[in-house]
Structure formats: C-alpha cells, structure tokens
DNA sequence: TAACGGGTCTACGTTACGTCA
DNA sequence: CGTGACGTAACGTAGACCCGT
C-alpha cells in the first residue's frame, strides 16, 4: 500500500533485524517498543530511509513464509520501491520472554510455550514431571478383564467388525503420558514393555502414541493459529497508527509554511526534512547516541516474527 | 549397482464408542 | 430417558524408509 508523497514515499516494513543496505543514505530511526503497554514483546522499530533493494538483501534469503508474504506484496512492492527512495520501516519481531513468568498475555504472545503444560483450574502449571521410577512397577489396572476378553475376541476373530472401546485407566494414562514425555515416538523393545508392564496390547501402546502425537499436534497448531492471529491484529493497529502519521506528514508537506524541524512529535521528533534535495529523510539523532544501527532501517517486507521465532522452526513438539 | 518387492513405521483422516451436561 | 457435544480409542490408508533379493 504505497503513499505516494511525491517525492517522499513511506512504507511499512515489517521484520526483525533486517541486513543493511549498501548505498542507502542516511536514515533515521526511531525505535518504538510498542508491544510492552500490552504485554506483548513485540518490538515496532518505525524508520525512514531509502528504499532501494539492494542485492545483499537478495542474498539474505527469506525463509519460505518469509517469502510467501513477500510474494504477496511483490506487486506493490516493485512498484513502489521503483519510484520511491525513501521508506519507513516498522520492523517487528519478538524479543525474547522478559516478562514475569505466569503472564498469560506475554506468554499468549510469544511462541516457545510449551502446549503439553496443562490447564488446571484455569491456571496454566507445567505437568509434574513424574519419572518412570516415581510410578508403581504394577500399574493397576481396570480393565484386566476386558482385556482378556479382548485378546480372546482378537485371537479368536470373534467380535471383528464391533469396535470394543476400551477406556485407559488413569493410571494408565498417566503412565503412558510419562513415558511419551520421555520419547514421543517407541521403539519395538519400548512398545513392549509398556504393554507388558500396563497389561495392554502392543497395538493398544502404538495407537495410543500415535493418538496422543495427533492431538499434541493439534494443539500446537491451536496456539500457533492464535500467536499469528495477535501478532496480526498488533501490526494492523500500528499500521493503522503509521497511516494516520503519514496523513499528518503529508499534510504538513502540503503546508504553505514548510516547517523543518517541526514534524508531528509522535515518532518524528528528531527528524529533519532535508532541504537541499527534498525528496529525503536524513537521520539526526543528536541526543540518542546509542541509535540503533543503520542496518535496522532496510528491512524487506516480511513478518519477522513469523519466520525468525524458534517455535516456527522447531519440529511438532515431541514432547508432553 | 539399480530395480523391485515386502515389511515396518508414522502421519493423517475417519469412525465409533463412552461420558457428560 | 433421550440427545447432542466432546474426548479419545481404534481403524484404514498413503507415503517414507529399510532391507533382502
């Protein structure tokens, strides 16, 4: 969505740290952390520079959802990078979690949660970690009888074509949860033994690994769906925040009396318009001599979050 | 060494049963 | 007591991988 400011351009680019741009000329940047009053750890880094592409941000690969929302916005991109050479870039990502730990809002935020955490009485509390030795030898077990009966039915062929539902234990359960905390996924000589040890077919071990990687899963997707969806509500409120910051810019530009120095104060305070070419925004950051880097300001357009946290790289959590 | 078939394992989608409000 | 929602055990299938021929 380009705002054609004549010869100034502003754009939103959204990502973590981004690689500089060779030949880019001074920007500004202005650091904002405008996650932090809503418990989200999300840094908005809020820039203008030029927007030229160079070809070391060609090289710095995007990851392939990095790349799909690129694609998305290739069109707008292209078109705006080639007639606009200044740019304003929010960058966002993560940062790693500093808030309190407990803090459903930061927690909700961030990836890296850990879904096997259960939910007691809307608390959220990390499972006991309850090691196999902690549990009896003998788990008791209900349904000794029913299994019998049902290895008699599987062995005879009596009964096939009626599923016999057979309800685990808790003990059960609870062993075979500590066991997949250990390894989501079994070997033979593991299969075995904890069907021997919980008096349960093999077949009853596998199903049930394979039900419980199933719904870890399922969860896991759950809580990426809602990371992704406040990450997208947070960057559309500060989109909408820097759109009403380029209208004031605008109109300002539009201003009979052009009034260097004088920018909106919300993020602006320290830029200057450059008088000589007029088509540029240079940085000035008198008083913040731990600016951020140049390099921060030539973002490509991606969503850094999605593509940069750990939890979007790491395989299905393989554990619970 | 490549090709092929069989066995095994896992992910995934679905079905059906047990429980509960 | 009937019913629908929900959780989950069980099943069927496809694909990947390994191994022997």
């Known amino acids: 969505m380009p705002f054609p400011i004549h010869a100034m351009e502003l754009e939103l680019s ?14 500004m940047l202005i650091p904002t952390h405008a996650g932090k009053g809503e418990d989200h750890e999300l840094v908005l ?64 935020c961030r990836r890296g949660f850990d ?31 029913d299994q019998e009966t049902a290895d008699d039915e599987e062995n005879s062929g009596v009964g096939r074509g009626t599923r016999k539902k057979l309800r685990l234990s808790k003990e059960q359960s609870a062993f075979l949860e500590n066991s997949f905390k250990e390894h989501s996924t079994l070997t033979p000589k593991q299969k075995g033994d ?38 997208c509500e947070m960057l559309s409120r500060e989109n909408r925040r820097l759109q009403r910051e380029v209208a004031e810019l605008r109109a300002l530009r539009t201003s009979p009396f052009p009034l260097y120095g004088h920018l909106p104060a919300a993020g602006f305070s320290t830029a200057r318009m450059c008088p000589s070419c007029d088509d540029k925004v ?25 593509t940069v946290h750990p939890i979007l790289r790491r395989q ?3 554990t619970s």
């Open 194 to 231: 904890l069907a021997k040890r919980l008096n349960l077919r093999p077949r009853q071990v596998e199903v049930w690994f394979q039900n419980r990687r199933a719904r870890t899963k399922l969860k896991q997707t759950e809580v990426d769906c809602e990371y992704l969806k406040r990450c």
């Open 45 to 108: 880094e809020l820039g203008v520079g030029t927007a030229k592409r160079t070809e070391q941000d060609n090289q710095n690969a995007p990851t392939q959802p990095e790349q799909d929302l690129q694609d998305q916005e290739e069109d707008d991109d292209t078109r705006f990078h080639s007639e606009s050479p200044v740019e304003l870039s929010l960058s966002c990502r993560l940062l790693p979690a500093s808030a309190e730990i407990g803090s459903v809002n930061s927690e909700e």
């Open 115 to 145: 879904v096997n955490t259960v939910l007691v009485d809307g608390d959220t509390v990390q499972e006991r970690s309850l090691s196999t030795s902690s549990l009896p030898m003998e788990v008791p077990v209900r349904q000794a009888a």
């Open 316 to 318: 299905p959590s393989a």
């Open 282 to 306: 240079i940085a000035h950051h008198p008083t913040n001599t731990a600016s951020p880097p140049v390099s921060t300001l030539f973002t490509k357009p991606h969503f850094g979050p999605f």
């Open 14 to 27: 959204l990502g973590d740290s981004p690689a500089p741009a060779k030949g880019a000329s001074t920007p």
